[in-house]
């Protein structure tokens, strides 16, 4: 059974910091695509960060420089460390996963087949 599980969000005042968690199970995780998408009221779903199997990351422009995806294999476990947050980041956060081969350009979320329930982050000035 696939689960993907989200963890630590929050509430953080602008310029602070969080780390969200994914845990992993039920399909060979090293060998997908990890990505962390985010959607905020009454706007679209938008993938912020992805990562491939071999490590190599991707970014959008939004959160360039300020946000971090890793992944550590033993412990099945995506993380996402967001720094310098801003109100605009409040959102759901999302992970996602699945056996794709990205080819540059937005993180497209209907290649995602496997998400988890999310969880809310909320960044106040």
């Known amino acids: 059974q696939v689960q993907l599980v989200e963890s630590g969000g929050g509430s953080v005042q602008a310029g602070g910091s969080l780390t969200l968690a994914c845990k992993v199970s039920g399909f060979p995780y090293s060998r997908y695509y990890m990505a962390w998408f985010r959607q905020a009221p009454g706007k679209e779903r938008e993938g912020i960060a992805g990562v491939e199997g071999d490590g190599t990351t991707t970014y959008a422009n939004s959160v360039k420089g300020r946000f971090t995806i890793s992944k550590d294999n033993a412990k099945n476990t995506l993380y996402l460390q967001m720094n310098s947050l801003k109100p605009e980041d409040t959102a759901m956060y999302y992970c996602?996963?699945?056996?794709?081969?990205?080819?540059?350009?937005?993180?497209?979320?209907?290649?995602?087949?496997?998400w988890g329930q999310g969880t809310q982050v909320t960044v106040s000035s």
């Open positions: 996602a996963a699945d056996l794709l081969r990205y080819n540059g350009g937005p993180l497209d979320e209907s290649r995602f087949g496997y």
